[in-house]
């Protein structure tokens, strides 16, 4: 078992930052896959990042490449997405997600334990 907590959301204005974190907990270990996930009112979860555990391997979705970095800690067991440049569309409840693989997905099925999301808005 795997435990998620994420933190670090809250309200900003267009072009500001955030910082989200991921605090992992239980059987974490090098053959995950840890990834952010984000879910706006009406619509379906849609993937965000991914890293590989031992940091090796990032994957983005294409409507945040360039202004979304993820990255982890190891020693914290900590998965962070730094947000930069956020727009009103970036308004969502991010998820953190482990997937017990070395397998990248973008698919949310595919991510067997999740946090229980932290609520990110944009104002314009």
């Known amino acids: 078992q795997v435990q998620l907590v994420e933190s670090g959301g809250g309200l900003v204005q267009a072009g500001g930052s955030l910082r989200l974190s991921c605090g992992a907990s239980?059987?974490?270990?090098?053959?995950?896959?840890m990834g952010w996930f984000r879910q706006a009112p009406g619509k379906e979860r849609e993937f965000v990042a991914a890293?590989?555990?031992?940091?090796?391997?990032?994957s983005y979705a294409d409507s945040v490449k360039d202004r979304f970095t993820i990255s982890r800690d190891t020693a914290k067991t900590t998965v962070y997405l730094q947000m930069n440049s956020l727009k009103p569309e970036d308004t969502a409840v991010y998820y953190c997600?482990?997937?017990?693989?070395?397998?990248?997905?973008?698919?949310?099925?595919?991510?067997?334990?999740w946090g229980q999301g932290t609520q990110v808005t944009v104002s314009s």
């Open positions: 997600a482990a997937r017990v693989s070395t397998t990248y997905s973008a698919s949310y099925s595919a991510y067997d334990y």
């Open positions: 890293i590989l555990w031992t940091g090796t391997s990032t």
């Open positions: 239980g059987r974490t270990n090098r053959s995950y896959y």
